[in-house]
């Protein structure tokens, strides 16, 4: 086992020790919702046809050719006659080996290409389910919280119905927290349309996927390891990487076909003749050349000068990816470390508001600033949520960049065979 494998194992442990999935799609539904995603579909489709190419440049397209004549012959001297005279010809291309050879290397390229390109179509449509995802469980574990806040704004206003029948608060108060619980309603109800739609939009997307989840989420973890592991991690499976590399190796493939297809293109044929009426049968063998012009030149060149820019774009977009993965990398960390901080605020917060209206409910204190601190307590209870959520997304992509999340790895076989 290599490096990276090595590696990638040791990654793969790390995030199943530290992360709990049940807030996450199940993986076997979760893989059959993104080969059913339209943008696979389409990517199985070019695979397809490319596969479908790749068979007819290894068979070669050097056919044969029947040809026909038909003449009538008149001879002018003594004894004047007319005779019709007919022929047939068959004759075929000739490919040489070396065009072979690159005709094969050119369909090997085109296949990979198309195995890369369905790779990456897999891996953007994870990347999509993964966003509707969590703006899903965003949506929903917000209105969770506006529930909760529903049952404390009711016991709230028990409580201070309970003082002004004693007469210890004025009755006044009951408005100020009918119109707090009012508010809060309010809340959730456009909580749970705005979970509605995400929902809408997630089936939409993926109709096949079962849309539930934990009511409790897990807490984030820093992820484990090195930024350098995971960026070669990354670097290992990444599918865009392998489609510009594969673009490349196609398009130097082409420019190879091309230098071979400069030289001369031989035939070779059989003929049959019926001349003089008849009396003359001719049975023949014919070879042709023909001779290239400059444009097979120029098409090489063209050939070679954007192989050479795709070489050039591949190297540029692996810098690109070492970065974007680095830059992940330490946004999961700081992501993680902005919870923690903002769950101690909430928490903080949270006992002000519970040691406010218990001072109230002892006839301490005013409604205002239980309402103040209840609203504080709320507005760090969000933002803890919505920290939460940032950091299990960060920690999902890399689990999903690094291919541990669900299944992404393609090849031919699969392709073809997956429903």
Do not use: C
Request: negative net charge; glycine residues 6%.
């Amino acid at each position: 086992m290599n490096a990276v494998h090595t590696l990638t194992l040791a990654l793969a442990l790390a995030f199943a020790a530290n992360a709990h999935a049940d807030y996450l799609p199940d993986p076997a539904a979760a893989e059959a919702a993104l080969w059913a995603s339209p943008t696979v579909a389409q990517a199985r489709g070019e695979f397809a046809a490319q596969t479908l190419r790749g068979q007819s440049l290894q068979r070669g397209r050097e056919e044969w050719t029947v040809g026909a004549d038909l003449a009538q012959r008149r001879i002018q001297t003594t004894p004047r006659d007319t005779q019709a005279e007919w022929g047939l010809a068959l004759s075929r291309p000739l490919r040489l080996p070396a065009r072979a050879a690159a005709d094969h290397k050119l369909a090997g390229a085109l296949t990979t290409h198309a195995e890369a390109s369905l790779g990456e179509a897999l891996h953007e449509s994870g990347r999509q389910l993964l966003g509707l995802w969590f703006d899903w469980l965003n949506e929903t574990s917000q209105a969770r919280l506006w529930q909760a806040q529903i049952a404390l704004a009711e016991q709230q206003l028990a409580t201070v119905n309970a003082r002004i029948r004693l007469g210890e608060a004025p009755r006044s108060e009951r408005v100020n927290a009918d119109a707090a619980l009012a508010q809060i309603r309010l809340q959730q109800q456009q909580a749970a349309t705005r979970e509605q739609q995400a929902r809408n939009r997630l089936r939409a997307q993926f109709p096949g996927l079962p849309v539930t989840a934990d009511d409790a989420l897990p807490l984030p973890a820093q992820p484990v390891g090195t930024a350098d592991d995971y960026v070669n991690a990354v670097l290992e499976h990444n599918h865009e990487l392998f489609r510009s590399r594969r673009q490349a190796e196609v398009l130097q493939a082409e420019a190879w076909q091309l230098a071979k297809r400069r030289g001369v293109d031989p035939s070779v044929g059989v003929f049959y003749k019926n001349e003089a009426g008849g009396d003359e049968h001719l049975v023949g063998l014919n070879v042709g050349l023909m001779l290239p012009g400059a444009a097979r030149r120029f098409d090489q060149q063209a050939a070679e000068q954007l192989s050479t820019i795709a070489q050039d774009a591949a190297i540029r977009l692996e810098q690109r990816l070492r970065q974007e993965a680095r830059a992940d990398f330490e946004a999961a960390i700081a992501q993680a470390a902005n919870w923690q901080q903002a769950d101690h605020a909430a928490q903080a917060l949270a006992e002000a508001a519970r040691l406010a209206a218990r001072a109230y409910s002892l006839g301490e204190g005013g409604l205002d600033q239980v309402l103040l601190n209840r609203r504080l307590a709320l507005e760090g209870q969000l933002m803890a949520l919505l920290a939460q959520l940032d950091a299990l997304a960060a920690h999902a992509r890399l689990k999903l960049d690094s291919h541990q999340l669900w299944p992404l790895d393609v090849d031919a076989d699969s392709a073809h065979a997956h429903p």
